[in-house]
């Protein structure tokens, strides 16, 4: 019954290693999204998906790269991991803004992202 | 400066108590959300509004555009309540990007 799921949920690597984190929704909406929340809890939108196409690219090293399979599905590969990238990623989707009007977003549980 | 301003960035408040969290932001918008983070971290979306006001149980949110101001309200605060509240806006730009206020971390006292 879950709508947006991330796994995994703890993710503990050691610097120079690569990962994924896999992100799925069941809510049948077109667009996704990865967000960063650093230690400080700020949260920061990283990359938007629509309908398996990239929307919304911040600036992010490009040592992450999203992989949109189809438009339930949005992965987060992370090459090369640094200290500095251990942090919480939240996944989340919605329906793509239509006529002006914007819809809210769902969030995953986060993944917790500890580089040593 | 952040172009989403929240205040204050932390409330302890007794149960029972009226509650207003603020938001305010810099730029254009087309719509505000307000998210609840949960002790756990899990996020849940509160409301997304553009314009007026919107309930939902004890919580009420409500914005002025023209002052680029939205408020969070909890009346009869309850422990239960207690989270970091966090705003976030769509600009006008045109894309669906989510713009993060700091946040308020809430805490209600039995």
């Known amino acids: 019954d879950t709508a947006v799921s991330q796994t995994p949920k703890y993710l503990v690597t050691q610097m120079g290693n690569d990962k994924s984190i896999k992100c799925e929704q069941n809510?049948?909406?077109?667009?996704m999204y990865w967000y960063k929340q650093d230690s400080k809890k700020f949260l920061k939108i990283m990359f938007s998906?629509?309908?398996?196409?990239?929307?919304i690219n911040e600036t992010v090293p490009n040592r992450f790269s999203p992989k949109s399979p189809d438009k339930a599905h949005l992965n987060l590969h992370i090459n090369s991991l640094e200290l500095g990238d251990s942090a919480v990623y939240f996944c989340?989707?919605?329906?793509?803004?239509?006529?002006?009007?914007?819809?809210?977003?769902?969030f995953g549980p986060g993944t917790r992202l500890t580089v040593l | 400066k952040n172009e989403v301003e929240q205040s204050p960035q932390n409330l302890t408040a007794q149960e029972g108590e009226f509650i207003t969290i603020n938001c305010s932001y810099s730029?254009?918008?087309?719509?505000l959300h307000w998210l609840q983070q949960h002790p756990g971290g899990g996020i849940v979306s509160l409301f997304m509004?553009?314009?007026g006001k919107k309930k939902h149980g004890r919580l009420i949110a409500t914005i002025n555009i023209q002052e680029k101001h939205s408020s969070l309200h909890i009346t009869a605060s309850h422990p239960r309540d207690s989270a970091v509240y966090i705003c976030?806006?769509?600009?006008?730009?045109?894309?669906?990007?989510?713009?993060f206020g700091t946040g308020t971390r809430l805490t209600i006292i039995p």
């Open positions: 989340a989707s919605s329906h793509l803004a239509t006529g002006g009007a914007y819809n809210e977003q769902f």
């Open positions: 976030a806006v769509i600009s006008d730009f045109g894309n669906e990007k989510l713009t």
């Open positions: 809510l049948g909406h077109d667009t």
């Open positions: 730029v254009g918008i087309s719509a």
């Open positions: 998906y629509n309908n398996k196409e990239l929307i």
């Open positions: 509004l553009s314009s």
